[in-house]
């Protein structure tokens, strides 16, 4: 099993950012998968899932309206769209499906002016 996670940089506050995670040794299109994010000094804290096809979404309430989790099981590929982003929102960010103890080096995102 194995995530690998891309599209983290350096961005402004209010600006925008789409994460991708491929992942590959697994069966992805029957998984649930999820974005989780570590800040400097903080826990690891859930971002967001999605279900096997793509068809139910949940959001920790931090990021409710900002942020939309996608896939593409065609691809084995789940995507973090970033919008109206926060200097809270600096991270390190993992992709990872909830059954699997499985984790990635995760992409780094930065919001600061």
């Known amino acids: 099993v194995q995530f690998v996670e891309s599209g983290g940089d350096l961005v402004q506050p209010g600006g925008s950012l789409r994460l991708s995670c491929a992942a590959s040794g697994f069966t992805f299109g029957t998984y649930f998968m999820s974005w989780y994010r570590q800040g400097p000094g903080k826990a690891r804290e859930l971002v967001a899932m999605?279900?096997?096809?793509?068809?139910?979404?949940d959001y920790t309430a931090s990021v409710k309206g900002r942020f939309t989790i996608s896939r593409d099981n065609a691809k084995n590929t789940v995507y973090l769209q970033m919008n109206s982003l926060k200097p809270d929102d600096t991270a390190m960010y993992y992709c990872?499906?909830?059954?699997?103890?499985?984790w990635g080096q995760g992409t780094q995102v930065t919001v600061s002016s």
């Open positions: 999605i279900s096997p096809a793509g068809t139910t979404t």
């Open positions: 990872t499906s909830p059954s699997l103890n499985y």
